[in-house]
């Protein structure tokens, strides 16, 4: 990212080949939306050459990355939130997943783990997202939200709580 902030943006789709996938499903995960994740993500990567000033050198990239693509969310979801959306429409992800007859039942844990995702209100499904899906350390998310680690560990066990009350109730549906 330095060689990119001091001009070489040639240098930009090598970050882009190493982190595509991950803000892609982080974005993913986080709008339950694919077409829309592949939206934002080309956003992050135009959003750090266009930013690539802001990013301070000797910081990690990675913490600086999910920053960028928190805030692009975050912008996509404040221009947006006045219409009416099924933004994370519960019935919305179930015609999204696969319509085999023939679910093995990983599959179904799968599906309704998901759901119970979307459930989780923003902040909760963000958590979960970035520790347990980005396998991002608490340092490096409390960085990010500006918080203490203490805090987002409290944040992510509640979420995790949550997370749980949600599945087995869908689990018992």
């Known amino acids: 990212m330095e060689a990119v902030k001091n001009g070489d943006l040639q240098q930009a789709s090598v970050?882009?080949?190493?982190?595509?996938?991950?803000?892609?499903?982080?974005l993913a995960r986080t709008t339950m939306d694919r077409a829309l994740a592949e939206d934002l993500t080309q956003n992050v990567f135009l959003r750090i050459i266009k930013y690539r000033n802001s990013y301070r050198e000797g910081n990690r990239f990675q913490s600086w990355i999910y920053q960028v693509a928190r805030n692009v969310f975050s912008d996509h979801y404040q221009a947006n939130k006045n219409r009416k959306s099924d933004f994370i429409s519960v019935e919305k992800m179930s015609d999204t997943m696969?319509?085999?007859?023939?679910?093995?039942?990983?599959?179904?844990?799968?599906?309704?783990?998901?759901r119970s995702l979307a459930m989780l209100n923003d902040e909760q499904r963000e958590l979960l997202v970035l520790t347990r899906f980005q396998h991002l350390k608490y340092e490096?998310?409390?960085d990010m939200?500006?918080?203490?680690?203490?805090?987002?560990?409290?944040?992510?066990?509640?979420?995790?709580?949550?997370?749980r009350e949600h599945y087995f109730e869908l689990e018992r549906n």
């Open 98 to 114: 696969s319509d085999r007859e023939e679910e093995n039942e990983q599959e179904e844990r799968e599906r309704v783990l998901h």
């Open 140 to 142: 490096e998310v409390a």
């Open 15 to 26: 970050l882009f080949d190493r982190y595509q996938l991950r803000i892609y499903n982080f």
């Open 145 to 163: 939200m500006e918080t203490t680690v203490a805090n987002i560990k409290v944040k992510v066990h509640r979420a995790i709580a949550k997370l």
